[in-house]
Nanobody
Framework: VQLQASGGGLVKPGGSLTLSCAAS????????IGWFRQDPGKDREWVSC???????YYADSVKGRFTISRDNAKNTAYLQMNSLKFEDTAVYYC??????????????????WGLGTQLTVSS
């Protein structure tokens, strides 16, 4: 049972990147998907989530720039990131669990976490 975030890299300010979250050993169907990020020395920060009942939520800091989606056929979730800013630099993590409504914003509700992927926004 594993979740793996991938697709990070080095991007210039204003650029775009899409992160992927692939699940193996279990299905993402009916699970909430959460994207979180963490910069060294800071607390883990919620970015976006899709709840088990289909609600989509974004942190104010990324609203209008990031888009979360899922492809159940591929058992994969995505985070499309546009208009990237220096402050978006962090390790990004995806996670999944059965969570309804806006509770998907709370990291304590997720049972397991995979390795993250580093996004660096720099000129």
């Amino acid at each position: 049972v594993q979740l793996q975030a991938s697709g990070g890299g080095l991007v210039k300010p204003g650029g775009s990147l899409t992160l992927s979250c692939a699940a193996s050993g279990f299905t993402l169907d009916y699970l909430a998907i959460g994207w979180f990020r963490q910069d060294p020395g800071k607390d883990r920060e919620w970015v976006s989530c899709i709840s088990s009942d289909g609600g989509i939520y974004y942190a104010d800091s990324v609203k209008g720039r990031f888009t979360i989606s899922r492809d159940n056929a591929k058992n994969t979730a995505y985070l499309q990131m546009n208009s990237l800013k220096f402050e978006d630099t962090a390790v990004y993590y995806c996670t999944a669990d059965r969570i309804y409504g806006s509770y998907c914003r709370e990291d304590r509700r997720y049972g397991s976490w995979g390795l993250g992927t580093q996004l660096t926004v720099s000129s």
